[in-house]
């Protein structure tokens, strides 16, 4: 080959530590969740090395994964290439937020929140909504006056949730 892929999507672990409703681990469809070998990671490095985009999240929460933060510190991985990951942010500890902050890469973290109350949060994701918001805010505050990691929050809409997403 003369070039590698450019974009690469890494699914780090299928295990996750949430029940959404919108999830397939809601309805146990996920079969044998596992997370993935971190020596998975030593094995895509010459793939690592080449990529401008990799996306290092699928069915799981990648913060929850040895392999994902195996990925995050690979010296194959570019200053320059974007990572992006999805996570539920419920897992972030001191330990994990030096690591993101630690990130050479252009890291962009996108925290799936799902609702503006905690009742709806907790009806939806089964998990506390102020500890997420605390967690933003801890992340927010620890990147300081720096530009990355970027930190966008998403929202699935469902009839559950429509009414706190609309003004």
């Known amino acids: 080959l003369e ?13 996750c530590n949430l029940r959404c409703v919108m999830c397939p681990h809601a309805i146990d469809a996920v079969q044998r969740p596992k ?3 971190t020596g998975v990671i030593d094995k895509l ?3 690592l090395a080449v990529a401008s985009e990799a996306q290092l999240h699928g069915i799981g929460e990648p913060l929850s994964s040895p392999a ?6 690979s010296p194959a991985i570019q200053p320059d290439c974007n990572l992006n990951i999805n996570t539920n942010l419920t897992l972030l500890n001191d330990r ?4 993101l902050l630690d990130v050479k890469a252009q890291l962009k973290i996108n925290v799936s929140v799902d609702a503006a109350t905690e009742r709806t949060y907790a009806r939806i994701r089964g998990a506390e909504l102020g500890e ?3 967690n933003v805010r801890k992340l927010v505050a620890a990147r300081g006056d720096r530009r990355r990691p970027i ?6 809409l469902m009839r559950e949730n429509i009414e706190e997403a609309v003004p």
């Open 3 to 15: 070039c590698g892929p450019r974009i690469l999507t890494i699914e780090s672990t299928s295990i």
């Open 35 to 37: 997370h993935m070998p």
């Open 45 to 47: 490095s010459h793939v």
């Open 68 to 73: 994902f933060w195996s990925a995050l510190a």
């Open 96 to 99: 994990k937020l030096a690591l």
């Open 132 to 134: 997420v918001v605390d």
């Open 151 to 156: 930190v966008y929050i998403n929202m699935t």
